[in-house]
């Protein structure tokens, strides 16, 4: 009786490209699986079964430590609040605002930067605080209170010119005034002054570059509050030796 003959398998070549295209994919899931790490007991199991399926090897295991964990505390916690800006065609100066949508937090730079509360907005030429500007400060400060990150105090204010009795010089006297108003309530809510850096931008950042009407200009008499990556301690610096023994004048 004739031997009858069996089908050839899949070439050589076919296992090991099935070989290659399997690592590629456990690969790709490592990957996937790392960057959605959260904390150092998942890198360790993830590190862990590394070791174990290429063969193990012998060290210690565990993660870099972080340094600045005030600063990435903060801003995890605040970006998982985060509500986009959403450009309205209605100022804060008249209107009412959306209940519940307040409280803003906007990615400004990838963790370094982070807008917190929305935009405290204020009426034409003035640097008072309105009642729903203390009411967002409050909330934006019990956010805030108990870490030692810096946080920018943005003012800004409108290209219209100031009327002549004005209290305020120019555009960036009036956008710094009101920045100090957004800081001293803060201040007043418990965040630390050591804290807090004010920034004067006058007119040269308009929220909306063609405000023609009163609402659209309402946009830009605005103070923004800006959580950043950097410590108190970053700027705790030692005076110059030279600065130290200089001597009086007259010796």
């Known amino acids: 009786m004739a031997k009858q003959e069996q089908p050839e398998g899949a070439p050589e070549w076919m296992v090991t490209y099935g070989d290659a295209m399997t690592l590629l994919l456990c690969f790709f899931v490592i990957l996937v699986s790392m960057s959605e790490i959260k904390k150092n007991e ?39 609040l985060e509500v986009p800006i959403v450009l309205k065609h209605k100022g804060d100066a008249d209107e009412e605002g959306i209940h519940g949508r307040e409280f803003r937090v906007t990615n400004v730079r990838d963790g370094l930067e982070v807008v917190v509360g929305g935009r405290i907005t204020f009426d034409r030429f003035s640097a008072v605080l309105k009642p729903r500007g203390r009411t967002l400060i409050a909330q934006t400060a019990e956010r805030l209170r108990g870490y030692n990150t810096k946080i920018l105090i943005r003012g800004h204010a409108t290209r219209e010119p100031l009327p002549e009795d004005s209290l305020y010089k120019d555009a960036r006297d009036l956008s710094y005034a009101r920045a100090k108003a957004v800081a001293d309530e803060l201040i007043r809510h418990g965040v630390r002054p050591i804290r807090l850096v004010l920034v004067a931008v006058g007119d040269t950042e308009p929220l909306v570059r063609q405000a023609y009407t009163e609402q659209r200009r309402a946009l830009n008499r605005r103070v923004e509050i800006l959580v950043t990556e950097e410590l108190i301690d970053d700027y705790a610096g030692r005076a110059p030796r030279d600065a130290a023994e200089e001597p009086s004048n007259g010796r």
């Open 42 to 80: 998942r890198f360790q199991e993830v590190v862990e079964s590394l070791r174990r399926a290429f063969g193990g090897y012998k060290g210690a295991v565990g993660a870099v430590p972080i340094q600045n964990v005030s600063t990435n505390t903060l801003i995890s916690k605040l970006l998982e």
